[in-house]
């Protein structure tokens, strides 16, 4: 886009008295590297501290989450907030996907928390992706003083699966066999023989 159209554009929107929105809705995982086989969190913050209406106000929306099962298995989703929509899964091309809808949300603040298990291969990455659950008109509304859409920017979110490790105690009993393996393969053979006797 060159300069001249884009300073066209901003100024255009200002008389219509639209503004550039700061909100965002976000997925921010408990930890960015799992292990294989364990369980985790991600949770869904939303930032509406920018969003039209008053403030401290009341916002809702619906999202769509997608994923790789073949790298992550959804555990379920828990709330303190109103869900006006049921958590349905389904599937979008190879993804897996996760909706819902929810309300009553705060400013800014956690609206809830997907629960995952890492089943993928170690050392793989996987990223899950969040958009809202309509591209074309949106559904994200602030509630106070009056009904109100806004659009917040989706940040999706990535991270990593490594193999479990060995405990301590696995490492030692190995390091003893090794060391037995060891000695067994430096034995002379005068001492095989007289063992043999």
């Known amino acids: 886009m060159n300069a001249p159209f884009r300073t066209t554009l901003i100024a255009a929107l200002g008389l219509l008295g639209l503004q550039a929105e700061a ?22 913050v939303l930032n509406a501290t920018d969003a039209p209406g008053s403030h401290p106000g009341l ?8 994923y790789d099962p073949a790298q992550l298995l959804f555990t379920g989703f828990s709330t303190e907030l109103n869900v006006y929509s049921p958590v349905t899964t389904g599937t ?16 800014s603040g956690v609206v809830g928390s997907f629960g995952f298990r890492a089943i993928g291969s170690p050392t793989e990455g996987t ?8 591209d074309f008109m949106g559904t994200f509304v602030s509630y106070v003083p009056t009904y109100q859409a806004f659009y917040p920017t989706a940040l999706g979110t990535s991270l990593q699966i490594q193999a479990v490790p060995l405990p301590g105690a696995a490492w030692l009993a190995l390091t003893a066999l090794g060391a037995a393996a060891t000695r067994l393969r430096r034995r002379s053979p005068e001492q095989d023989t007289a063992t043999r006797r």
Do not use: E, K
């Not at 916002?59 to 997608?66: A, H, P, R």
């Not at 990223?127 to 309509?134: E, F, M, N, V």
């Open 92 to 107: 979008a091309g190879s993804r897996s996907t996760v909706t819902l809808g929810f309300d009553h949300a705060t400013d």
């Open 127 to 134: 990223t899950i992706g969040l958009r809202d659950a309509d």
């Open 23 to 44: 909100a965002t809705i976000a997925l921010q995982p408990s930890q960015v590297i799992v292990q294989q086989g364990s369980d985790f969190t991600i949770n869904l």
């Open 59 to 66: 916002f809702g929306g619906q999202v769509v989450i997608d």
